[in-house]
């Protein structure tokens, strides 16, 4: 497995002892040691039970040892195994493996329970069953990045999951985004809901770090498409474009097929479709996507027309933006009331505005036809107010189902916004006639119980503006994140 980094090299869990099992003099070899299984002999250690205080150093005691044992375990008969020079036997004790497992129990007591003396675990690795075996018998945890695996997938098997939760804890602890990937790969397949949780929140945030990390290209394409379905990476999808087409070059290469555009379209199948491309500039899917070869040349020419021509074709690619951002989102309406028939004929509608602390404006609520279920097309953007600078925008389209309610648009990224700095927002609608809000607000303030007020001050805009204004107009509401 991938490494889990040099702090965790030889890292045991606090408390654990990395001692070997306890020497019996008048004993056979140690069951470690390799070549032809000798027959259990039990010459005991007279009165080493005196010497042990607890119940815990006791049964401690027993494990990894011919003393009272009443069954060997024979780990690695594969190539591993002749590279190490044979098969692993351990002894261990049945009573003391039925009390940790149901699994063991219903081997040795079971309706088809065994009798032999020996027992051949051939997908088992030695390193982790002697995990296993250490916290059935002392509850000591032994684990380090290169057993960590193995050890969760034996607990697993042998249903112990005391085990399983401090592997998950130690992978936990061990998260970084250039491990996200491969760790998530195992959280799935070893069916960890929690671990693959926290995996997707750190590739979430550091979505960069993780997708130039050499686990990415190991996943596999259900894993993929789990990723790519999130709405909270943070990474432009032109760069998440490239990430993909890496990771389908190295499939072709598993599959050992040529890496050529038809068949990294046939690997990616469904992924492809969770890409986002409305999401990017024109310029960024001309010089990717558009000259990819893995797009058709009608799919190519669509997008074109999407990014260039209004109204908008419809495309067959999500166009809802990634937000990154953590915590709740927020929305204030300045308005306090909604009559009938605001006007459009290209004239912006517009609204200055500052707020009293840093926040991430997301999109507005706009309002809708009077005239029953419609579509707009709309033009949104955010201006810094003194340096005329545009600082986000988003042409798309909305539709609307003829109430007073507002509807949701959203910009491609969220907008940074500084406290005691006046911005501009602005909409640009086409469309008929629609319901505009009335006795405007000054100042509205947001609370939340786990955040400080959010203040926001609105000031009309020089010029016209469609004649949206304090008092009444369109943008009624401002979409947020603090």
């Given amino acids: 497995m991938a490494s889990l980094g040099p702090a965790a ?35 005991p250690l007279y009165n080493w039970q005196a010497t042990k205080a607890s119940l815990k150093e006791r049964f401690a005691f027993l494990f990894n040892s011919e003393l009272l044992s009443d069954v060997r375990f024979v780990l690695g008969k594969g190539r591993g195994a002749a590279a190490a020079g044979g098969p692993q036997r351990i002894p261990a004790h049945r009573f003391v493996l039925a009390a940790g497992s149901a699994v063991f129990d219903a081997m040795f007591n079971g309706g088809m329970a065994t009798t032999s003396a020996e027992i051949e675990l051939p997908d088992v690795e ?21 057993t960590v695996m193995t050890t969760l997938y034996t607990a697993k098997k042998y249903a112990v999951p005391a085990l399983e939760a401090h592997c998950v804890e130690f992978l936990t602890k061990h998260l970084r985004a250039d491990n996200a990937f ?14 693959a949780s926290l995996c997707l929140d750190t590739i979430d945030k550091s979505t960069i770090d993780a ?37 389908a070059e190295a ?28 999401l990017m500039t024109i310029e960024e899917f ?3 996507p558009a000259q990819s070869g893995i797009l058709s040349d009608r799919e190519v020419v669509n997008l074109f027309l999407h990014f260039t021509v209004n109204p908008k074709p419809r495309v067959e690619y999500i166009d809802r933006p990634r937000c990154c951002l953590r915590g709740k989102e927020c929305c204030i309406n300045r308005f306090q009331q909604v009559e009938s028939r605001w006007g ?8 200055r505005f500052t707020v009293n602390r840093r926040i991430s404006i997301v999109g507005f609520g706009l309002y809708g036809s009077i005239h029953g279920p419609t579509d707009y097309q709309v033009n949104i953007q955010i201006i810094e107010y003194e340096k005329k600078q545009t600082l986000g925008q988003n042409d798309t389209g909305f539709s609307c189902d003829g109430t007073a309610n507002t509807f949701r648009v959203m910009f491609k990224e969220p907008i940074e916004i500084l406290p005691n700095v006046c911005y501009t927002a602005c909409a640009t609608l086409k469309g008929p006639d629609s319901h505009y809000g009335t006795k405007g607000l000054k100042k509205v303030v947001h609370e939340t119980p786990a955040a400080s007020k959010t203040a926001f001050l609105f000031f009309s805009s020089p010029g016209n503006n469609n004649g949206t204004s304090i008092e009444d107009g369109q943008i009624p509401e401002i979409i947020f994140y603090t």
Avoid: H
């Avoid at 982790?128 to 290169?146: C, H, K, N, T, W």
């Avoid at 990390?213 to 032109?238: Q, Y």
């Avoid at 890496?259 to 969770?274: D, P």
């Fill in 211 to 247: 997708i130039s990390a050499e686990g990415f290209t190991d996943i596999d394409i259900d894993t993929l498409c789990a990723v790519l379905e999130r709405d909270t990476l943070s990474i432009r999808e032109s760069r998440l474009f490239g990430a993909v087409v890496r990771w």
């Fill in 9 to 43: 090299a030889g890292e045991q869990a606090p408390g654990t002892e990395a001692e070997p099992g306890p020497a019996v003099p008048p004993l056979p070899p140690s069951p470690s040691s390799l070549g032809p299984l000798l027959p259990l002999q039990r010459e």
């Fill in 286 to 288: 001309a010089a990717g």
């Fill in 182 to 195: 491969m760790l998530l790969t195992q959280a799935r397949l070893f069916d960890e809901p929690q671990l």
């Fill in 344 to 351: 459009y004929s290209g004239t912006s509608d517009r609204i």
């Fill in 126 to 146: 030695p390193a982790a069953f002697l995990a296993l075996l250490r916290f059935l018998y002392s509850d000591e945890v032994q684990i380090g990045p290169e």
């Fill in 251 to 278: 499939e072709c290469q598993r599959q050992q097929l040529p890496v050529t555009f038809g068949n990294k379209q046939k690997v990616l199948g469904k992924a492809l479709s969770l890409i986002r491309f409305p």
